[in-house]
T-cell receptor
């Protein structure tokens, strides 16, 4: 059973650039979640999908953040016009319906 | 008010001892789920154990058990016979509206406890 995978694992970018992260969930999982974790804090929920439908996006941090899951399989999280405050770990998780969420290894973003 | 409170920022425990990590939660929902995750320095969140609000028995998974006291709104994690590999951050999390279809379905996490097992 392959776990959740995320790419890239690390990303360094300059302020003002756009970045995109990819998440591949566990294959039979229909739900996919995105979280952000800053230093010294627990993960903070951002958004989630059930199949290709984005059912919750009010928690996205600003309109610079957007997520897609076009075919109900992998998902992308995009941050436009990055700011230094966007530096964090971005975690993806997947689940089958409302069952336990399993997390990927995360993408560490550093905005210079 | 914080929904998940973990009052122990850090703990040092001798190898082979049992350790209890505290977690209290705040919700007005009747149906909710409580989770514990382990996060080693590599960053990946590893699921350990789950307790549903309607479960009458405390959850157990190998060396992990969850001491669920609903009236006190606490869900402490107990690790028996600790090992050096247990050194990590431990997070308590909650999902509200579990069976009602309500809530955002995302987990709410506490700030975590940094557990260090000493030989």
């Amino acid at each position: 059973d392959t776990g959740v995978s995320q790419n890239p694992r690390h990303k360094i970018t300059k302020r003002g650039q756009n970045v995109t992260f990819r998440c591949d969930p566990i294959s039979e999982h229909n739900r996919l979640y995105w979280y952000r974790q800053t230093l010294g804090q627990g993960p903070e929920f951002l958004t989630y999908f059930q199949n290709e439908a984005q059912l919750e996006k009010s928690r996205l941090l600003s309109d610079r953040f957007s997520a897609e899951r076009p075919k109900g399989s992998f998902s992308t999280l995009e941050i436009q016009r990055t700011e230094q405050g966007d530096s964090a770990m971005y975690l993806c998780a997947s689940s089958r319906d409302q069952e336990t969420q399993y997390f990927g290894p995360g993408t560490r973003l550093l905005v210079l | 008010a914080q929904k998940i409170t973990q009052t122990q920022p850090g703990m040092f425990v001798q190898e082979k001892e049992a350790v209890t990590l505290d977690c209290t939660y705040d919700t007005s929902d009747q149906s909710y789920g409580l989770f514990w995750y382990k996060q080693p320095s590599s960053g990946e969140m590893i699921f350990l154990i789950y307790q549903g609000s309607y479960d009458e028995q405390n959850a157990t998974e190998g060396r992990y058990s969850l001491n669920f006291q609903k009236a006190r709104k606490s869900a402490n994690l107990v690790i028996s016979a600790s090992q050096l590999g247990d050194s990590a951050m431990y997070f308590c999390a909650m999902r509200e509206g579990l069976y009602s279809g309500g809530g955002a379905d995302g987990l709410t996490f506490g700030k975590g406890t940094h557990l260090i097992i000493q030989p």
